[in-house]
């Protein structure tokens, strides 16, 4: 399924730098202890590995920034929230408002209609989320839609995911520790379908 | 490649000769003695406590995690233990510890001889044990973090006291900071800051930290007291107060706080690695530059643990991110110096048979495993896809606690040992309390990143029963039992070999190749 923030190819980029530079690094502690051969470094070394790391620092700057801003431009177009609930004009197929509390999630569809720990959704929709909370600092994710999102109580936080294209439950549960109810806050997003295809995954 | 001050200001000779200091001290110098070795042993020791009842919580709820389902602890006192493993690891154990190592070196490294303002040490330590023992009877239950207005809704009538004991925790960690401060100062002043030894430089970086960070936390415990009280409400935003007042200043102290023993076990290595390897630092201005850089970026960084946030964005979030980025930087510098200091000469065969060596190099190799992920941590589009208050989190941080800071502090105690002893510890025993940690440690937080990646949530008491889940959990649970068993091993070893150990005289940790002082014993062979 496509990634909210559309990182699969990015997350994977990330970590592969992430495991290379790990590697050379314990590769490089290894040589050191056990390589028979020594090697003394000229100084100029470490300024051409300082390069290196600015290279790494303005690509992970510059690349993480461009994601970003993709994924928050629905979020921030003026009237989003009003536009959206017109879907047939606005930017997404589906606007549910999320109540999070001690310790359970509301959901409110268009029509108001509320739903207790359950979001239910067509397959591939794209939906936007209205996080709010009144009582303390609650989380919200998604794991099968790649979105976490905190935020604190009297805020707004939207967010939003393309939903599955399979039909079934996916877990949504808080991420922010909230009091002892915290590991029983979790809710499911029902993507609806016919009821012969697989269930999806938590 | 070295400079005419490299000998001087690296530090390769020895500066004490071994002594049993520890069996001549009293309860009386044990408790309230200013000299720099009894305050610094007695906060050693009391580390090693802390360690041990932080490490038993651990236990506990490690057990309880190993399956989905409620086991042994229900939700209540599983994040008491949990919230008290994270104070008491922290605060009691890792920070202390570290720090004591220093005061303990510092005099003979520095030249000072003696720990300039010692009786604001014993100030300090005394001030940390009254805030362990007002955080017990507390028994918060709302994590380390303490994040409002939940925080103020929990916890029993005797809450106020944890708040308390966060006052105490900020004045104790004042005054280390300033003892810090006014030694490295004073050595700068004394030796020329062209020759301040590096743990000279750890001090300062160190010094200020703790000095400018910890007012704010003393400021927190306050306001959370007075908001708890109903007397003020800074923080509680349902008498209208604001909870991002709470995050801006709780992690301007939170942030710096994860660089409070980061510094002095960098510190420690520095001083050791020469002395195991009988030749300087690869780069003397590499570690000094370092230093600075990593003193003013932990001061800027630290919106990046709750952003995105709606007044943390924009260009701040872009230049948070940037600067959290950059740390990579001077973290990696250090990394460098110490690899290009391994790699230029042949490693005695000393060095390789020390245990405190072996703790050097498994540092060495964990904050490579830790710091190495601080690059996917920094970027916002990563941290709101799976960073976030996942596992992701925690491994980093134990990658960097456990396997830098603290196999560094075992390093340094190892290290110290027949200094305050006049013993040497049990080399079998040694080496059997590395191994058990290594393994554990990497078991642990290889898992602890897996089950990051696969969304697993931090402060739960129960899971689903999903095997992404489950089956690292209990590996997980496993890796933590090597690590405890690791610590009776070493508790054993330095109880026993303080009596029945080998009696050491002259350099300890002498190099190969080189005349062993008055007939020394070094490391037994294996």
Redesign the interface.
């Known amino acids: 399924m496509e990634?909210?923030?559309g990182?699969a190819g990015?997350?994977s980029t990330?970590?592969i730098?992430?495991f290379v530079?790990?590697a050379l690094?314990?590769g490089?502690?290894f040589?050191?202890?056990f390589l028979p051969t020594?090697?003394?470094?000229p100084?100029s070394?470490?300024f051409l590995?300082?390069g290196l790391?600015?290279v790494?620092?303005w690509y992970?700057?510059k690349?993480?920034?461009e994601?970003?801003e993709a994924?928050q431009a629905p979020l921030e177009e003026e009237g989003v929230l009003e536009t959206g609930y017109n879907t047939a004009s606005g930017e997404f197929d589906r606007v549910i408002r999320v109540l999070a509390f001690q310790w359970g999630f509301a959901f409110i569809d268009e029509e108001d209609t509320i739903s207790r720990n359950a979001a239910v959704v067509e397959p591939g929709e794209k939906v936007l989320f209205s996080l709010f909370a009144n009582?303390?600092?609650h989380?919200f994710?998604i794991?099968a839609a790649?979105?976490?999102?905190?935020f604190?109580?009297?805020?707004e936080?939207n967010v939003w995911i393309r939903a599955p294209a399979k039909p079934g439950k996916y877990?949504i549960?808080?991420?922010?520790?909230?009091?002892?109810?915290?590991?029983?806050m979790?809710a499911w997003l029902v993507v609806q379908g016919d009821e012969d295809n697989e269930q999806g995954e938590? | 490649m070295a400079s005419a001050h490299d000998a001087e200001r690296m530090g390769i000779k020895p500066h004490w000769e071994p002594e049993d200091v520890i069996g001549k001290m009293t309860l009386s110098t044990l408790l309230f003695s200013n000299d720099y070795r009894h305050i610094a042993i007695k906060g050693m020791l009391t580390s090693v406590v802390m360690l041990g009842l932080g490490g038993l919580m651990a236990m506990l709820f490690r057990t309880e995690l190993a399956l989905p389902g409620i086991q042994i602890l229900d939700a209540r006192p599983y994040m008491s233990l949990m919230t008290l493993h994270g104070m008491f690891m922290v605060f009691g154990f890792i920070i202390p510890f570290v720090v004591s190592i220093m005061y303990y070196m510092m005099p003979k490294i520095l030249g000072t001889e003696q720990l300039l303002w010692a009786r604001g040490a014993q100030w300090s330590y005394w001030l940390l044990i009254a805030a362990a023992i007002l955080l017990v009877i507390s028994r918060p239950d709302f994590t380390w973090t303490f994040y409002p207005p939940m925080s103020l809704r929990v916890g029993g009538d005797l809450i106020w006291m944890g708040y308390i004991a966060v006052v105490l925790v900020a004045i104790s960690e004042f005054i280390a900071g300033a003892v810090l401060l006014k030694n490295g100062l004073a050595a700068g002043r004394r030796i020329g800051w062209k020759k301040l030894p590096l743990m000279g430089w750890g001090a300062i970086s160190e010094g200020i930290l703790l000095a400018a960070s910890t007012p704010i936390l003393a400021l927190v415990g306050i306001f959370m007291y007075t908001d708890w009280a109903q007397i003020t409400a800074v923080y509680d935003p349902g008498r209208g107060g604001d909870v991002m007042t709470f995050m801006f200043m709780f992690w301007f102290y939170g942030h710096p706080a994860v660089y409070l023993p980061l510094m002095p076990a960098v510190a420690i290595l520095y001083t050791l690695l020469p002395r195991f390897l009988g030749r300087p630092i690869w780069s003397y201005w590499s570690a000094v530059t370092a230093f600075a850089l990593l003193t003013m970026l932990a001061f800027i960084v630290y919106p990046h643990h709750f952003q995105p946030a709606e007044n943390v964005s924009g260009m701040l979030q872009r230049s948070v991110q940037i600067l959290t980025l950059a740390i990579f930087i001077p973290s990696t510098l250090h990394v460098f110096n110490w690899i290009a200091t391994l790699w230029s000469d042949p490693i005695p065969a000393s060095a390789r048979r020390a245990v405190p060596f072996k703790f050097i190099i498994a540092s060495i190799f964990f904050l490579m495993v830790g710091g190495v992920t601080a690059y996917v941590n920094a970027q916002i589009a990563v941290d709101s896809d799976y960073v976030h208050n996942t596992y992701f989190v925690p491994a980093h941080f134990h990658a960097m606690f456990v396997g830098f800071m603290a196999n560094m502090a075992m390093a340094g105690i190892y290290y110290l040992y027949p200094y305050f002893t006049g013993r040497m510890y049990n080399q079998a025993l040694g080496n059997a309390h590395f191994w058990l940690w290594q393994i554990g440690i990497f078991t642990k937080v290889t898992m602890m990143y897996y089950l990051g990646f696969n969304y697993f949530p931090r402060w739960v008491v129960d899971y689903l029963d999903l095997p992404q889940w489950s089956i690292p959990q209990l590996i997980l649970t496993g890796g933590a039992y090597l690590i405890g068993l690791g610590f009776i091993v070493f508790v054993i070893n330095i109880m026993l070999s303080a009596t029945r150990g080998a009696t050491v005289v002259g350099d300890p940790w002498a190099v190969d190749g080189e005349e062993a002082a008055d007939g020394a014993k070094p490391v037994p062979a294996e």
């Open positions: 990634n909210a923030l990182l990015y997350q990330m970590m730098i992430v530079v790990l690094g314990i490089a502690l040589a050191a202890l020594r090697w003394r470094l100084y070394m470490e590995f300082v790391l600015v790494m620092v992970g700057d690349r993480s920034t994601i970003f994924y009582d303390v600092i989380g994710n794991p790649g979105i976490t999102a905190e604190e109580p009297g805020a936080r877990l549960q808080c991420l922010n520790y909230c009091g002892v109810g915290h590991s029983q979790k938590a």
